[in-house]
């Protein structure tokens, strides 16, 4: 017979023992069932988006590891984050198809919440809650208010009129007093398309007001009324008038910025209606803006609705003058060498005849004009009218006479094409053709809205 004691521990023992598999059985079925959901909205509602998986770095490495292996993951493209981690600004925008950034956790944390945000400002984001904390109430953080979609899956196992593995889909209206929503338990019938699984968030505004950043100087847009000088006429504020009746909500505008500016990046903040938006003094503008690199990356720009189009009109240039025909054919660096060439030759040969004569004491010198006349002959395609006596005098003579052959040659097939067909000055053909032309004024600078 064993004492009393040790039955006792044995039995502590044993309650222990069963507890403790009972827990690890119980969270091993929570989380298959959690894979499971995981793979069924892959494979519904988001079957034809690109993933980016936010893992938070206090899951297990098996769970991390399974979570990367349902099958619904595997055949999707995706992005396996780690939520722990710095990274470059990205933009879902800039992915060639739809993104769903969905961020898996034990722990819900804001801090999360705003580094997700403020390195990839998602569009879509589905946030699963893997552990026994539902974490609802981050859903109605600031940072997530701008989120398009948005929606939370978690435990329902806290409600007891429900079953211990059920999982809830959650979702908030930022403009709602009705605070977070449950869309019910997870099915995957009621859930099985975009909508159902991302209802609208924005359907009203519920008498919310807008504070727009605005210029009253942009016609046809947005400009002075005529009948009341305190506001705005003009395509945006027709649009901005028709989507608050739509929508329930009211709005005030300003009649310029406070240094009258548009917004430009300036020492690492924006000026103008972007720098009212950036320091959240207004909400948004309506004036039309140019897009750049630096606004696109720091704002949401909305749909383009005009587009506007630049043309240089100039008048047609008259032909050019019919005498500037004779010097057209060759151009001035090619006119210029051949002058040099002509007075280098005369030189050479007014020499070579200097010393014949010299040593021959009989040779008569013949002068500078007649020199230049007769090695001119070449140039104008006539021959000479007699050979010098010595050899090298006549080397020379052949290899002036070939050059003349050659220009003469390209002279008279360029002035055939230039008579069969007018010229007329070169035109403007690129920007760059614009910039060193005299058609742009060296004192004008030019602002972009």
Not at 298 to 315: E, N
Request: charged letters at 20%; glycine letters at 6%.
């Amino acid at each position: 017979m064993r004492p009393p004691e040790a039955v006792t521990v044995t039995s502590c023992l044993l309650q222990v023992i069963l507890v403790s598999g009972s827990s690890e059985s119980s969270d091993r079925r929570r989380q298959e069932r959690h894979l499971q959901v995981l793979g069924d909205v892959v494979s519904g509602p988001a079957r034809r988006m690109s993933l980016a998986l936010h893992l938070d770095s206090s899951l297990p490495a098996d769970l991390r590891q399974a979570v990367l292996s349902v099958e619904a993951v595997r055949r999707t493209p995706h992005l396996a984050l780690n939520l722990s981690l710095s990274h470059e600004p990205h933009s879902s925008s800039s992915f060639s198809s739809p993104m769903l950034h969905v961020v898996l956790w034990f722990t819900p944390s804001s801090d999360l919440l705003q580094s997700l945000w403020l390195y990839w400002k998602p569009h879509n984001l589905l946030l699963f809650s893997m552990g026994s904390s539902l974490g609802t109430d981050e859903l109605q953080n600031e940072v997530l208010n701008s989120i398009e979609k948005l929606t939370l899956i978690g435990d329902l196992s806290a409600d007891e009129n429900r079953d211990s593995d059920a999982l809830g889909v959650f979702t908030v209206r930022p403009f709602s007093s009705s605070g977070v929503q449950l869309l019910g338990p997870w099915e995957r019938e009621s859930f099985n398309s975009w909508e159902a699984l991302f209802p609208d968030r924005f359907p009203s505004f519920e008498g919310y007001t807008f504070h727009i950043a605005s210029r009253i100087v942009d016609e046809p847009f947005f400009y002075l009324s005529a009948s009341d000088p305190l506001k705005g006429d003009g395509v945006s504020e027709e649009m901005v008038q028709s989507l608050s009746t739509k929508l329930n909500f009211t709005y005030t505008t300003t009649t310029d910025s406070i240094d009258s500016n548009w917004g430009a990046l300036i020492n690492g903040s924006w000026d103008g209606l972007l720098g009212m938006i950036e320091r959240r003094e207004k909400n948004f503008t309506i004036n039309i803006l140019w897009i750049t690199y630096d606004r696109n990356k720091a704002f949401d720009m909305s749909a383009s609705f005009h587009t506007d189009g630049y043309g240089a009109f100039l008048p047609q240039p008259a032909p050019l003058p019919l005498w500037t025909s004779l010097v057209r054919p060759l151009g001035s660096t090619v006119w210029f060498a051949v002058l040099v060439s002509l007075l280098a030759a005369i030189f050479v040969t007014k020499l070579q005849e200097d010393v014949v004569a010299s040593r021959s004491g009989i040779y008569r010198r013949r002068g500078l004009a007649r020199v230049w006349l007769e090695l001119y002959r070449g140039l104008a395609n006539q021959s000479a009218p007699t050979l010098p006596r010595t050899p090298w005098q006549r080397m020379f003579v052949a290899v002036w006479l070939f050059c003349c052959l050659v220009i003469t040659g390209a002279y008279t097939c360029n002035l055939v094409g230039i008579f069969t067909r007018p010229a007329y000055p070169s035109r403007l053909r690129s920007l760059q053709n614009l910039i060193d032309s005299d058609f742009r004024y060296p004192h004008t600078t030019y602002t972009l809205q």
